[in-house]
């Protein structure tokens, strides 16, 4: 029996297939339009989904959509007319789609992939608690979910077992945690849904000074973690901004104007949200924790892709154990909502151990075999050497001790925002300059943000106060004290991104300036080439950890096939490229000619 769940329409529309409630292909639209966080109706993303399997819509037994419309529209109206006159640009550019298309979703999805069968509409909240709980290890836990907005539902808590979720409490549109997050995101300077992590990669070089007015002014924050938000300081209900003027008096002038420089001011706001937000998410997970007695915590919605308040909430209790959805925000919502269809509409048992999830990594995107890569790489006629993987590993293992960087295309594509070493860009860890090198030069983006240590699982608290498994990059954790370099007396005197070059450990390049770490544990099963890399880089060179950041470069989505990957390696200082059992050397690649003629020539403009 398959089943196919869809989302789309806000942002990162996405597509899963899951076959006899196993979890078989999933992927989000941007990969295959190379729009980043495109929120059009997924029919690529369908298509590989459908394609992998060799199926026809009609063999599908179910589709599943990850919200309900009308109860969307229902907010949407009510809302408006709640603040009206004020909204009204808005109402007027939002109704037209609505009217067209969104209010027949059920006719739209057949039509748009020829499909005549059954189509179900789970709650919003009630996919991203499914994509949670149904695929974590537990055979029971505590479900959080919490982002901007689903129908009405912005944050929602419960408890799965067996095959049952059962959501408890919520809070409601206009009081959010992710709207609050995304609208000091946006007072910030940085772009809704996508820069979320920016101010959470820039909260440790400010001081949390702003945390009493924002308690004090536009949240009234109780013990249980349910809050209230006082909306005369935002806009986003009635108008097409975040914030309004009596916010901007508030914190002392307009929002940061985007791409300018970044000052000590956008620091501390960074932090006070930070930390206003990790109160948010202790309380209610403590509230949670009372209301179930659960030992096990799952987390979905874009609110848990915050690997900092992750990491905080795990290492501060009351939970013994956290598994959270790697395609925690939208994208996830397609495989929430698949996954409601196979145990709830469909009422099939469910089996876990308590050990292993049934997530595979999340390595469930499109894979291309050696012989499609030689195709590629003959019809361009592009100079590569050819080795085994003993070979290949060994390789580049030497290359990465050299401070070379490596893109690295290997195997099934990642479902979610980070790369896990599938489509990841690797350099030494161990290198004081790469941090710098790959930000500036690689990715092409603010030279403050931090990048992620990819280490073996069986090594991860050699390096790091961890003492579980991170394999989706959705924890963060200090560096070990005994690796720690302490700072200087001249070093503590500095302020805000003069911090930023202080070598802070014997891993610097992945060691935030608060000696945190965003950290990935690499399975032998689940990616047993990716863990092979590493294990040569060990044996060689004595580390179990090197830098891993996402194949790609800012504003794009990360690649997806061949020609994405030599493109993305050509356009920047990448030394070599991996594509497959294949080697590719920049020093010996003929130049590209300019933008347009590299996507026409590769097919991709």
Same mark, same amino acid.
């Given at each position: 029996?398959?089943?196919?769940?869809?989302? *789309?329409?806000?942002?990162?529309?996405?597509?899963?297939?899951?076959?006899?409630?196993?979890?078989?292909?999933?992927?989000?639209?941007?990969?295959?339009?190379?729009?980043?966080?495109?929120?059009?109706?997924?029919?690529?993303?369908?298509?590989y989904c459908l394609s992998s399997q060799n199926l026809k819509p009609d063999d599908l037994?179910?589709?599943?959509?990850?919200?309900?419309? &009308?109860?969307?529209?229902?907010?949407?109206?009510?809302?408006?007319?709640?603040?009206?006159?004020?909204?009204?640009?808005?109402?007027?550019?939002?109704?037209?789609?609505? @009217?067209?298309?969104?209010?027949?979703?059920?006719?739209?999805?057949?039509?748009?992939?020829?499909?005549?069968?059954?189509?179900?509409?789970?709650?919003? +909240? %009630?996919?991203?608690?499914?994509?949670?709980?149904?695929?974590?290890?537990?055979?029971?836990?505590?479900?959080?979910?919490?982002?901007?907005?689903?129908?009405?539902? $912005?944050?929602?808590?419960?408890?799965?077992?067996?095959?049952?979720?059962?959501?408890?409490?919520?809070?409601?549109?206009?009081?959010?945690?992710?709207?609050?997050?995304?609208?000091?995101?946006?007072?910030?300077?940085?772009?809704?849904?996508?820069? !979320?992590?920016?101010?959470?990669?820039?909260?440790?070089?400010?001081?949390?000074?702003?945390?009493?007015?924002?308690?004090?002014?536009?949240?009234?924050?109780?013990?249980?973690?349910?809050?209230?938000?006082?909306?005369?300081?935002?806009?986003?209900?009635?108008?097409?901004?975040? $914030?309004?003027?009596?916010? +901007?008096?508030?914190?002392? =002038?307009?929002?940061?104007?985007?791409? #300018?420089?970044?000052?000590?001011?956008?620091?501390?706001?960074?932090?006070?949200?930070?930390?206003?937000? %990790?109160?948010?998410?202790?309380?209610?997970?403590?509230?949670?924790?009372? !209301?179930?007695?659960?030992?096990?915590?799952?987390?979905?919605?874009?609110?848990?892709?915050?690997?900092?308040?992750?990491?905080?909430?795990?290492?501060? =209790?009351?939970? /013994?154990?956290?598994?959270?959805?790697? *395609?925690?925000?939208?994208?996830?919502?397609?495989? =929430? *909502?698949?996954?409601?269809?196979?145990?709830?509409?469909?009422?099939?048992?469910?089996?876990?151990?308590?050990?292993?999830?049934?997530?595979?990594?999340?390595?469930?995107?499109? !894979?291309?075999?050696?012989? !499609?890569?030689?195709?590629?790489?003959?019809?361009?006629?592009?100079?590569?050497?050819?080795?085994?993987?003993?070979?290949?590993?060994?390789?580049?293992?030497?290359?990465?001790?050299? /401070?070379?960087?490596?893109?690295?295309?290997?195997?099934?594509?990642?479902? =979610?925002?980070?790369?896990?070493?599938?489509?990841? @860009?690797?350099?030494?860890?161990?290198?004081?300059?790469?941090?710098?090198?790959?930000?500036?030069?690689?990715?092409?983006?603010?030279?403050?943000?931090?990048?992620?240590?990819?280490?073996?699982?069986?090594?991860?608290?050699?390096?790091?106060?961890?003492?579980?498994?991170?394999?989706?990059?959705?924890?963060?954790?200090?560096?070990?004290?005994?690796?720690?370099?302490?700072?200087?007396?001249?070093? %503590?005197?500095? &302020?805000?991104?003069?911090?930023?070059?202080?070598?802070? #450990?014997?891993?610097?390049?992945?060691?935030?300036?608060?000696?945190?770490?965003?950290?990935?544990?690499?399975?032998?099963? $689940?990616?047993?080439?990716?863990?092979?890399?590493?294990?040569? &880089?060990?044996?060689?060179?004595?580390?179990?950890?090197?830098?891993?950041?996402?194949?790609?470069?800012?504003? %794009?989505?990360?690649?997806?096939?061949?020609?994405?990957?030599?493109?993305?390696?050509?356009?920047?200082?990448?030394?070599?490229?991996?594509?497959?059992?294949?080697?590719?050397?920049?020093?010996?690649?003929?130049?590209?000619?300019?933008?347009?003629?590299?996507?026409?020539?590769?097919?991709?403009?």
């Amino acid at each position: 029996m398959y089943i196919l769940g869809i989302s *789309a329409f806000y942002h990162d529309s996405a597509a899963c297939l899951i076959k006899d409630g196993d979890i078989i292909a999933a992927a989000q639209e941007e990969r295959f339009t190379r729009k980043k966080h495109d929120h059009n109706f997924p029919a690529k993303a369908i298509n590989y989904c459908l394609s992998s399997q060799n199926l026809k819509p009609d063999d599908l037994a179910l589709v599943a959509f990850y919200d309900k419309p &009308f109860l969307k529209f229902e907010r949407l109206l009510e809302t408006y007319l709640a603040f009206a006159p004020l909204g009204f640009s808005s109402f007027i550019k939002s109704m037209p789609l609505w @009217i067209k298309e969104k209010l027949w979703m059920k006719e739209y999805i057949k039509s748009q992939i020829g499909y005549s069968g059954k189509v179900i509409f789970p709650e919003h +909240h %009630e996919s991203h608690a499914a994509s949670a709980f149904f695929p974590s290890p537990f055979t029971e836990a505590a479900i959080l979910t919490m982002d901007g907005v689903g129908e009405w539902t $912005t944050t929602s808590c419960g408890k799965g077992s067996g095959n049952n979720i059962e959501l408890f409490s919520e809070i409601k549109f206009p009081h959010s945690l992710g709207l609050l997050y995304s609208a000091f995101t946006y007072y910030a300077g940085f772009k809704v849904n996508s820069g !979320e992590y920016k101010v959470m990669g820039l909260a440790p070089y400010g001081e949390p000074k702003y945390v009493p007015l924002i308690f004090e002014h536009l949240i009234d924050l109780k013990e249980d973690g349910s809050f209230r938000m006082n909306m005369d300081y935002f806009n986003y209900c009635a108008g097409l901004t975040m $914030t309004n003027s009596k916010f +901007h008096n508030l914190f002392g =002038g307009p929002p940061r104007i985007p791409e #300018s420089k970044l000052t000590q001011k956008e620091m501390d706001i960074a932090r006070s949200i930070q930390d206003v937000t %990790e109160e948010i998410v202790f309380r209610l997970g403590k509230h949670i924790h009372k !209301e179930t007695g659960s030992k096990n915590l799952c987390l979905a919605g874009g609110v848990a892709l915050n690997c900092v308040a992750n990491g905080k909430l795990l290492k501060q =209790g009351p939970f /013994e154990n956290i598994w959270i959805q790697p *395609a925690a925000g939208d994208a996830g919502g397609a495989l =929430g *909502a698949a996954l409601v269809g196979w145990y709830n509409y469909f009422g099939n048992p469910r089996s876990a151990d308590n050990v292993n999830d049934s997530q595979k990594g999340s390595y469930l995107g499109p !894979e291309f075999n050696d012989d !499609e890569i030689l195709s590629f790489l003959n019809s361009k006629s592009l100079p590569y050497k050819k080795f085994n993987n003993g070979e290949l590993t060994s390789k580049v293992a030497d290359l990465i001790a050299s /401070e070379k960087i490596i893109g690295w295309f290997s195997g099934r594509m990642e479902f =979610g925002p980070r790369a896990l070493g599938s489509r990841s @860009i690797i350099g030494d860890a161990r290198s004081s300059k790469m941090q710098a090198l790959m930000n500036i030069k690689i990715k092409f983006r603010e030279g403050f943000r931090p990048f992620a240590p990819s280490v073996l699982e069986e090594n991860v608290s050699d390096y790091f106060d961890l003492n579980c498994e991170s394999p989706y990059m959705l924890l963060v954790a200090d560096v070990k004290k005994d690796r720690q370099k302490k700072m200087t007396s001249d070093d %503590e005197k500095l &302020f805000g991104i003069d911090k930023l070059n202080i070598l802070r #450990s014997d891993i610097p390049a992945v060691t935030h300036i608060d000696y945190s770490a965003r950290i990935q544990t690499v399975n032998k099963k $689940t990616n047993p080439l990716y863990h092979k890399l590493i294990s040569d &880089f060990k044996d060689k060179f004595g580390y179990a950890v090197i830098v891993n950041t996402s194949f790609n470069v800012r504003g %794009e989505p990360i690649v997806c096939t061949p020609a994405d990957a030599y493109l993305c390696f050509m356009r920047t200082n990448i030394d070599y490229l991996v594509l497959g059992s294949y080697l590719l050397s920049k020093d010996e690649q003929h130049p590209l000619n300019n933008d347009s003629d590299w996507k026409k020539e590769f097919g991709l403009d």
